[in-house]
């Protein structure tokens, strides 16, 4: 895995579910190779950070 999902900036948290879920935008091929597990790492894990953007301010 390319990073830990709880630190990627794509990983929120959906009050009404109760519950974190990835919201990168997949298409239909993408999708079945992720829930495939044809990928050894998340292409998409994007660190994130939420003082990044003051740093550069």
């Known amino acids: 895995m390319a990073g830990n999902c709880e ?3 794509y990983y929120d948290y959906d009050e009404e579910e ?3 879920y ?3 935008d997949l298409d ?3 999708m079945e190779r992720f829930l495939r597990g044809a990928n050894s790492a998340c292409p998409y ?3 994130g950070d939420d ?3 003051a740093r550069r301010q």
Request: hydrophobic share 15%.
């Open 7 to 9: 630190e990627c900036v």
């Open 18 to 20: 109760d519950q974190f």
């Open 22 to 24: 990835c919201t990168v």
């Open 28 to 30: 239909e091929d993408e």
């Open 45 to 47: 894990y994007r660190r």
């Open 51 to 53: 003082y990044e953007t």
